[in-house]
Structures are given as structure tokens and as C-alpha cells.
């Protein structure tokens, strides 16, 4: 067991090698509270939805993360319906708690709910906001490792990946998915968020060098890659859309750049430099619909 404080996170062994891990766990070193300067309090840090048309006033960074969150389970609960409430959630990257945490607030009766992570200090941050409850658990566990998650007796009823995939090489994307098809209960639902790039975009803009990858951004992907690895894996897309709008993600990235640029004028971390850097080329991208950010339901496919 590890831990800072508060609740402990367990430590998973790996059984493969992954030598691009390293390079996603130092894109999250910074305290969480340099992060939450930029990205607020919640620490959402997976897009926002900021257009309501019962919300006139201006919405913060929070909310729109929450509102898109929120969205993507209401989509969720349609292919839910009739079905007994879950009893085992899963987060793949659980950044630091803000989706889990919810879940667990949306899911009261749901008696377990598993986050993984392979950065040390977004976990030790999760763990301290618990309150010390055992029903939430946090592992220090490669993607590719799911399989390895302990309870295989207790398969994961709805699983969420909101952000992950962004990092995982191709390799580590497959396996993880093989991963998740085998610890699934068929007809669970796997909820997905990603950022994916057109091949025209792809093919005229290469990514960043890899010693100036600061965010562990450049295994970019396109949207039939990535449902097509789920397809394989054994997974039926049940809906898939753009969401947030491009207007919406334009936005969300473009105020994320405003922060740092209010709080960090004289120069910030590389992880948010390299945010500064991108985020006006990113935004152009996405009101071009040359990259997009879409949500994915899958149903585990009976075996």
C-alpha cells in the first residue's frame, strides 16, 4: 500500500513495458494547486459544455465541466434503463477524483467504485478526498493492467474513460481495451471521452517532438481508430457524437489559456506552457472540425 494521506491508493504490479508511462506521469507532476488556478476548483480537466438556454449568465470552468460530464450520463442513462443500478464503477485515469467522486454522489447504492491512475500525485490527491469511506478505491495501475484490478469475481457494470485514451500509445489502447472486455459484465456500459484529429489534419500537422511533448499528447487519434479498437475488443457503439460543440471546446480551451496567462504571466510549469502554446492552434482546429472532442457509449457484447 501507498499514500500521502488520508485513505491509501494501492500499488498494482505491471506486466508489460511501456516506456512512454513516465512521460504522461511527469505531464502531472505540478502541485494541484497550480492546476486548479487554471482549470478550477473541481479540477475538471475534460472539456465543458458552457451553452444552456436556461443559463444566461456567464458560466465558470466548473460548471461547464460538470454540465458535460452530466451530459454524457444522461446520454448513458438511456441504455441503462431497465437494467439493475450498477454495482461496480470504474474510472481509467482518474485525473484528480472530480468524475469519480460524482459518480459516486449520482450512484449512492452502488457499493464499489474503483479509480486508476499511473501518476502518483493525482492519486495521493484522490485519495484525500474520500473521507476515508472504503467504498471508493484508488489503484496505481497501467491501462494495459486492468485485468490485473483485484475482485475478478465483481465484474465493473459501468466503466469511464474520460481523457485516458488521449495518452495511451496504440498499444497500450488495445490491450487496455482487451482488458476492460474481460473484467466487463456483458451489456455494461463503457462511457468515453476523447479528442480526435481528421486525417487530413493528421497527415499536415505531425506532433510535437517527444522532448517537447509536455502534455504526453502525440499518439493522436482518429475517430475510427478509436471506436474500431473497441469494436474489436468486443464492444457495440451505442452512440457516439460530437460533444462538446466546437464552439463549446474553442472556448473551454481558449479560457484555460486566459488563467495562465492571469496567473502565471512571468511563465508557468512545461505542462502549462505547452497548454499556453497549443491553445489557440487547437481552438482554430477544432472550429474547423479538423480535430473534435466526441463522446462514446459502448455495451460490452456478450462473449
Not at 512521460?23 to 451553452?51: C, I, M, N, S, T
Not at 517537447?212 to 457503439?237: M, N, P, Q, S, W
Request: charged content about 25%.
Amino acid at each position: 500500500m501507498n499514500g500521502v494521506s488520508g485513505p491509501a491508493y494501492e500499488v498494482l504490479p505491471s506486466h508489460h513495458s511501456d516506456p512512454f508511462r513516465e512521460h504522461v506521469v511527469r505531464a502531472y507532476e505540478d502541485a494541484p494547486g497550480d492546476w486548479r488556478k487554471v482549470l478550477g476548483e473541481r479540477l475538471h480537466f475534460q472539456w465543458g459544455v458552457f451553452d444552456h438556454p436556461d443559463s444566461p449568465r456567464p458560466v465558470s470552468l466548473d460548471e461547464a465541466g460538470h454540465r458535460y460530464l452530466e451530459r454524457q450520463l444522461a446520454v448513458a442513462a438511456g441504455f441503462l434503463s431497465g437494467q439493475p443500478a450498477p454495482r461496480r464503477i470504474l474510472d481509467v485515469g482518474c485525473g484528480w477524483g472530480a468524475t469519480l467522486l460524482h459518480l459516486a454522489d449520482v450512484f449512492p447504492d452502488c457499493p464499489r467504485l474503483d479509480g486508476i491512475n499511473i501518476s502518483a500525485e493525482q492519486l495521493a490527491y484522490c485519495a484525500g478526498q474520500t473521507g476515508g469511506t472504503d467504498r471508493v478505491r484508488f489503484y496505481l495501475c497501467d491501462a494495459a493492467d486492468i485485468a490485473e484490478l483485484p475482485d475478478r469475481d465483481q465484474p465493473y457494470d459501468l466503466v469511464v474513460a474520460r481523457g485516458a485514451i488521449t495518452h495511451f500509445p496504440p498499444e497500450v489502447y488495445e490491450s487496455a481495451a482487451a482488458a476492460l472486455a474481460r473484467r466487463m459484465r456483458p451489456g455494461g456500459l463503457l462511457v468515453v471521452s476523447e479528442t480526435v484529429y481528421s486525417e487530413e489534419f493528421l497527415a499536415a500537422a505531425p506532433p510535437p517532438a517527444h522532448d517537447a511533448d509536455h502534455l504526453a499528447l502525440e499518439h493522436r487519434k482518429t475517430l475510427a481508430y478509436l471506436t474500431g479498437v473497441l469494436r474489436d475488443a468486443g464492444f457495440l457503439i451505442r452512440d457516439e457524437r460530437m460533444l462538446p460543440s466546437p464552439q463549446d471546446a474553442a472556448r473551454w480551451v481558449l479560457e484555460l489559456k486566459s488563467n495562465i496567462d492571469v496567473h502565471f504571466p512571468q511563465g508557468a510549469s512545461p505542462p502549462l506552457e505547452a497548454i499556453r502554446d497549443m491553445a489557440t492552434a487547437l481552438a482554430v482546429a477544432l472550429l474547423r472540425r479538423e480535430a473534435s472532442v466526441h463522446s462514446v457509449v459502448a455495451e460490452r457484447r456478450a462473449p
